[in-house]
């Protein structure tokens, strides 16, 4: 059968020319061919008028080959690595068969898992995405090594092979939780409680501090501490005893911070808020003391006050009401009166039993009268109001 015929349009003496045939093979039975050339110029020596060529057919390879094999050059210990693996047909025959893509750590001497591909056309390519996870990988470098299952006619192509390195979790220190009581008088003190923890993938040996402000005051530090390393997912507590004798009276931000740096500096600080409110007073006991003067007789009443914490107070003035109606009376704690002070009504007539007096108030610069805390211990009046008998 004739494979192709060319033309050349004359030549030159001593001159040459090239043709090439394209000889498609599809169909040919397997096994030698004898190609003949010949050229058909009428010439006076036939004898040199073609040349001849053997060629073996062979019956067409089945090879599926993986092309390629890709990963990050490095990964975090713990985290998850995406390797994408192709294959491809490279050989003369559709593959119609089912066969498995395995993809090993060569370094750990196991099979990170296998996917399946169902069958690849001549020239056709497949790629089949594996997620290796490292929590349980050594440290250092890996060779991961992807295979096809296909018996083929050429083993030689049949895996591929990348090297991951595999490195340490960063340290990662979190300021875990801070709690502090939502509020406290002005001249207490308050219990800030700060946990650092360590939610990385690596321990931290070295000592780091952790440090407490005030956002409202300018960020003025109220106290550091000291925390000497902390291993992979422990935790450490420190106490902060904020104390608010120079605390404005307002809302206050109070933020813990820690101070080693580290891979994520999103969680190194945590805040609470604080409500520093003021100092308070109220009665802290009353008592009634009646004097006879013949036709008239005096009632005087001792006015105890307290503080929040019911210590004695010195300066502060108390405002009340005989009767009801009036008169009204005041009168001022002194340092030498313990805290007390008295109001006096006097002339009174005999023909009146008894009188009765009322606190309608209580100042002190810098603090607030809290009247629901008024009270007597020794229940000679209800810390409001008092009578006094003749």
Same mark, same amino acid.
């Given at each position: 059968?004739?494979?192709?015929?060319?033309?050349?349009?004359?030549?030159?003496?001593?001159?040459?020319?090239?043709?090439?045939?394209?000889?498609?093979?599809?169909?040919?039975?397997?096994?030698?061919?004898?190609?003949?050339?010949?050229?058909?110029?009428?010439? @006076?020596?036939? +004898?040199?008028?073609?040349?001849?060529?053997?060629?073996?057919?062979?019956?067409?390879?089945?090879?599926?080959?993986?092309?390629?094999? !890709?990963?990050?050059?490095?990964?975090?210990?713990?985290?998850?690595?995406?390797?994408?693996?192709?294959?491809?047909?490279?050989?003369?025959?559709?593959?119609?068969?089912?066969?498995?893509?395995?993809?090993?750590?060569?370094?750990?001497?196991?099979?990170?898992?296998?996917?399946?591909?169902?069958?690849?056309?001549?020239?056709?390519?497949?790629?089949?995405?594996?997620?290796? #996870?490292?929590?349980?990988? +050594?440290?250092?470098? *890996?060779?991961?090594?992807?295979?096809?299952?296909?018996?083929? %006619?050429? /083993?030689?192509?049949?895996?591929?092979?990348? @090297?991951?390195?595999?490195?340490?979790?960063? =340290?990662?220190?979190?300021?875990?939780?801070?709690?502090?009581? !939502?509020?406290?008088?002005?001249?207490?003190?308050?219990?800030?409680?700060?946990?650092?923890?360590?939610?990385?993938?690596?321990?931290?040996?070295?000592?780091?501090?952790?440090?407490? #402000?005030?956002? $409202?005051?300018?960020?003025?530090?109220?106290?550091?501490? $000291?925390?000497?390393?902390?291993?992979?997912?422990?935790?450490? @507590?420190?106490?902060?005893?904020? /104390?608010?004798?120079? +605390?404005?009276?307002?809302?206050?931000?109070?933020?813990?911070?820690?101070?080693? =740096?580290?891979?994520?500096?999103?969680?190194? +600080?945590?805040?609470?808020?604080?409500?520093?409110?003021?100092?308070?007073? *109220?009665?802290?006991?009353?008592?009634?003391?009646? /004097?006879?003067?013949?036709?008239?007789? $005096? =009632?005087?009443?001792?006015?105890?006050?307290?503080?929040?914490?019911?210590?004695?107070?010195?300066?502060? @003035?108390?405002?009340?009401?005989?009767?009801?109606?009036?008169?009204?009376? #005041?009168?001022?704690?002194? /340092?030498?009166?313990?805290?007390?002070?008295?109001?006096?009504?006097?002339?009174?007539?005999?023909?009146?039993?008894?009188?009765?007096?009322?606190?309608?108030?209580?100042?002190?610069?810098?603090?607030?009268?809290?009247?629901?805390?008024?009270?007597?211990? %020794?229940?000679?009046?209800?810390?409001?109001?008092?009578?006094?008998?003749?």
């Amino acid at each position: 059968m004739t494979i192709g015929t060319q033309t050349v349009t004359g030549l030159a003496v001593g001159a040459s020319a090239t043709r090439t045939f394209s000889w498609n093979t599809t169909g040919v039975a397997v096994g030698g061919h004898t190609l003949v050339a010949t050229h058909s110029l009428s010439d @006076t020596n036939a +004898a040199n008028n073609r040349g001849t060529a053997n060629v073996v057919v062979n019956a067409p390879v089945t090879d599926v080959a993986v092309t390629s094999i !890709s990963a990050p050059s490095s990964v975090t210990q713990g985290s998850t690595a995406a390797i994408g693996v192709t294959v491809q047909n490279v050989g003369g025959q559709n593959v119609s068969a089912t066969f498995n893509v395995v993809l090993t750590d060569a370094t750990a001497g196991v099979t990170i898992e296998t996917q399946t591909v169902t069958g690849l056309a001549i020239g056709a390519s497949a790629t089949r995405s594996f997620n290796w #996870t490292t929590a349980g990988a +050594a440290l250092g470098g *890996h060779t991961l090594v992807a295979s096809q299952s296909l018996s083929d %006619d050429n /083993a030689a192509n049949n895996q591929s092979s990348v @090297t991951v390195s595999v490195t340490p979790t960063p =340290a990662d220190l979190a300021l875990a939780s801070i709690t502090a009581p !939502s509020q406290v008088t002005q001249g207490d003190t308050a219990a800030v409680v700060v946990t650092v923890q360590n939610v990385g993938g690596s321990d931290v040996t070295s000592s780091f501090d952790v440090v407490l #402000t005030d956002a $409202t005051a300018g960020n003025a530090v109220i106290g550091t501490q $000291t925390i000497t390393g902390l291993a992979n997912g422990a935790s450490a @507590t420190r106490t902060f005893n904020w /104390a608010t004798g120079g +605390a404005a009276i307002s809302g206050h931000i109070l933020t813990a911070t820690q101070k080693l =740096a580290d891979n994520n500096p999103s969680n190194n +600080a945590a805040s609470v808020a604080i409500t520093v409110t003021s100092p308070s007073l *109220h009665v802290g006991n009353l008592n009634g003391v009646a /004097a006879s003067n013949g036709n008239t007789w $005096t =009632a005087t009443v001792q006015i105890t006050v307290h503080d929040w914490r019911h210590n004695l107070v010195t300066g502060a @003035t108390v405002q009340g009401t005989w009767n009801g109606t009036g008169p009204n009376a #005041t009168c001022t704690t002194t /340092a030498g009166g313990n805290g007390v002070c008295s109001v006096v009504l006097a002339s009174i007539p005999n023909s009146t039993k008894a009188v009765s007096f009322a606190v309608t108030g209580m100042t002190l610069a810098g603090y607030t009268y809290k009247s629901s805390a008024n009270h007597d211990p %020794d229940g000679s009046s209800n810390g409001f109001s008092i009578t006094v008998k003749r």
